[in-house]
């Protein structure tokens, strides 16, 4: 039987990943940033009654899909009045981004890919639920499609097939996106 790290070991190890899972589960930086925020306090409220043997990343990916939703919940009770429509997702002030693609974008600015780049996760945010969830699950948290299929309901074969259409979605919105 192995011991649990400390938790901040844990915190380390697993952030980046975490926050990725919750960047590909929200359109806006902000809200993965508070999913993230939310899902390590939950975490940290837990550790401590966590027995010896558990799956950490399972246990730490069920906690922040928990708190994506938390947040997709708490987004949809609130209206926010603005004065002019955001420009929708995947276009830039000049248009459609072209050249190569970003995870991540910059950190002056995030969410937005650099000059001459897709960013990726906004491609994301136009795929359905299913394959969104599936795409992030197996393809940015690396979990086995039996794992995926456990999160987010059904057989490991609909969730292959779900990250499959998935990925050639995001190809095919790649090229479209290209010049």
């Known amino acids: 039987m192995m011991k649990k790290p400390p938790f901040d070991e844990l915190v380390r190890t697993h952030s980046v990943r975490i926050l990725r899972f919750c960047r590909s589960m929200h359109a806006q930086p902000v809200d993965a940033e508070d999913a993230y925020s939310e899902a390590f306090l939950a975490a940290l409220r837990g550790y401590a009654s966590l027995p010896e043997d558990a799956n950490l990343e399972a246990w730490l990916i069920t906690i922040a899909r ?20 955001p420009e929708p997702v995947g276009t830039g002030p000049g248009g459609t981004w072209s050249g190569g693609f970003s995870l991540g974008g910059r950190p002056e600015n995030p969410g937005q890919g650099s000059e001459g780049e897709i960013d990726v996760f906004a491609l994301l945010w136009r795929l359905t639920d299913r394959q969104r969830e599936a795409v992030a699950y197996h393809h940015v948290w690396g979990l086995p499609y039996a794992e995926v299929a456990a999160q987010v309901g059904g057989t490991p074969a609909a969730a292959r097939r779900a990250a499959a259409d998935g990925i050639a979605a995001l190809r095919r919105m790649i090229e479209e996106e290209r010049p």
């Open 66 to 85: 928990h708190a994506c939703i938390d947040v997709h919940r708490r987004n949809a009770r609130r209206a926010v009045p603005v004065e002019q429509l």
